[in-house]
């Protein structure tokens, strides 16, 4: 913090908790209390029961948390690899042509998510690709919404790459393929870990694209938790989005571990 005086930085903590507690922490936490609540008193909710966390952990509840587990790994894993394979390739390119690349990439988180799932509706509907009815296009779709966010990060950690280390490894006689996977994706290996996490996380809490394309048999989270405060579940739905939650924390705790690890290597 670039602030030496300690009145100055009493301040700037006063300021950042004026605004951060009534605009971030504050909705979770009342999001948290209805999860165990049974009505509204006033403008809190009342009436503590862990019922609603039985309802969040079991039956449909939990199929659907295992769907957005699952989307959320394989959209993250395909984005990592496809967002990761471009930075690579586009390093080597001309600027402008770097330039086009990046906006290529970044196109599909530039439009409303609904964008999306709609373009990739409308393409994966017909012969030879039919994947409408699938869990596949769920997955595509995450897929083409996280990819942007992978680049990025992998295309920003190239930059700041040492090329020193690939030039010594070169001038020992290695060959390009020994140099990519022995020197350059370890080095690049914190930035790859933070990548997937964001991946991840993201393809968790993505609802509108995910709408238009669901099967029945593939129904993640973010859904459920729609359809419960929908049809005026309100307590059950936070008890569901609080399980959102804790297992995107979790897997990005995990995911932090593996990073400061990678970090110190």
Not at 184 to 204: K, V, Y
Request: charged share 10%.
């Amino acid at each position: 913090m670039l602030v030496h005086s300690r009145g100055a930085r009493r301040a700037v903590w006063a300021v950042f908790l004026v605004l951060f507690v009534p605009v971030f922490a504050l909705p979770l936490l009342v999001v948290l209390g209805a999860s165990f609540a049974t009505h509204w008193s006033g403008v809190l909710p009342s009436g503590m029961t862990a019922a609603n966390y039985h309802a969040a952990t079991r039956g449909e509840a939990l199929q659907a948390l295992a769907t957005s587990l699952l989307t959320a790994t394989a959209a993250s894993l395909f984005a990592l690899t496809a967002g990761t394979w471009a930075a690579l390739a586009a390093a080597a390119l001309k600027r402008r042509h770097r330039r086009l690349m990046d906006a290529l990439f970044v196109l599909p988180v530039a439009v409303p998510s609904v964008v999306v799932g709609l373009s990739v509706l409308v393409a994966f509907s017909r012969p030879p690709l039919l994947l409408n009815g699938t869990r596949w296009i769920v997955i595509l779709a995450h897929t083409v919404l996280v990819t942007a966010f992978a680049h990025q990060s992998v295309s920003a950690a190239i930059t700041r790459l040492d090329p020193a280390y690939e030039q010594a490894a070169a001038s020992l006689g290695a060959r390009p393929s020994y140099v990519l996977w022995r020197v350059r994706l370890p080095l690049l290996l914190p930035s790859l870990t933070a990548a997937a996490g964001l991946c991840f996380a993201l393809s968790m809490g993505e609802l509108s694209a995910t709408m238009m394309l669901y099967p029945p048999d593939w129904t993640p989270l973010p859904v459920l938790v729609y359809a419960a405060t929908d049809r005026g579940a309100l307590f059950t739905g936070s008890a569901v989005a609080v399980v959102l939650m804790a297992a995107t924390l979790l897997v990005l705790f995990a995911v932090s571990r593996v990073r400061t690890r990678a970090s110190y290597r």
